[in-house]
C-alpha cells in the first residue's frame, strides 16, 4: 500500500510561516538589544563563559576516555583552562563585556585593513569603491571602540548585535514571503 507523499507546496508555506514568527521574534529581540544594549552584551558574555565551561567539561571527559599517560595531563589541563576561563567569565559578567568588546575592535580593525587591501588589488574593478567605502567604515568603528574601551563596552556588543539581529529578522521575513508568493502562484 503506497501512501501519499505530502504536498510540497503546503510544506513550503507552513515553513514559510514558522520562518516569518522567527523573523518577527529576531526583530523584537534585537530592537530590545538595542533598547539595553549593555544588558544585551551580557547576556552574550553570559552564554559564551558558559560554552567555555561546557567545552572544557567536554575536554576533561573526552582527556579521560580517548587519553592515556602525557598526553591524558595535557588534555585534562586544557579542560580545566576553559573551565577556568569559563567560571570566571561568568563571575565577573562585566570584565567578560569588556573584553568581548576590546576583542571586537580589533576584529574590525583586521578586516577594515583586509577590505582596504582587497580594494586595494580590485579598484579598477566597477563596483569596488564599494570596498573601499566597507573598509573606510568598519575602520573607523573599530577605531571608535578602541578609542572609547572599556566605555564602549557599555553600547557596543549589545548595539551591534541587536541591529544584526534586526537585520537578520527582516531578511527572513522577506525570504519567507517571497516563498509563500511563490507556493501560492504554483498553487
Known amino acids: 500500500m503506497a501512501t501519499a507523499l505530502p504536498n510540497p507546496l503546503v510544506a513550503v508555506k507552513q515553513a514559510s510561516k514558522w520562518a516569518t514568527v522567527w523573523g518577527v521574534a529576531l526583530v523584537i529581540f534585537g530592537m530590545l538589544a538595542i533598547g539595553e544594549p549593555f544588558l544585551a552584551a551580557i547576556a552574550l558574555a553570559t552564554f559564551i ?13 573526552l582527556a579521560f ?18 573551565i577556568f576561563v569559563g567560571g570566571y567569565l561568568l563571575l565577573r559578567p562585566v570584565v567578560a563585556v569588556a573584553t568581548l568588546t576590546l576583542m571586537l575592535a580589533f576584529l574590525f580593525m583586521v578586516e577594515g585593513v583586509l577590505d582596504f587591501m582587497l580594494w586595494w588589488k580590485s579598484r579598477s574593478v566597477d563596483g569596488a569603491f564599494w570596498i573601499l567605502v566597507d573598509s573606510v567604515i568598519t575602520l573607523a568603528l573599530g577605531a571608535m571602540i578602541y578609542m572609547h574601551w572599556p566605555s564602549s563596552s557599555v553600547w557596543a ?13 527582516v531578511t527572513r521575513i522577506m ?4 516563498a509563500r508568493r511563490v507556493a501560492n502562484r504554483l498553487a
Open 65 to 82: 576516555h580517548a587519553h592515556s599517560g602525557k598526553s591524558l595531563g595535557w588534555k585534562a589541563l586544557v579542560g580545566l583552562a576553559y
Open 175 to 178: 525570504l519567507s514571503l517571497a
Open 157 to 169: 556588543i549589545g548595539t551591534l548585535v541587536g541591529i544584526s539581529m534586526m537585520i537578520t529578522g
Open 49 to 61: 563563559a558558559w560554552l567555555l565551561v561546557l567545552v572544557g567539561i567536554v575536554h576533561v571527559g
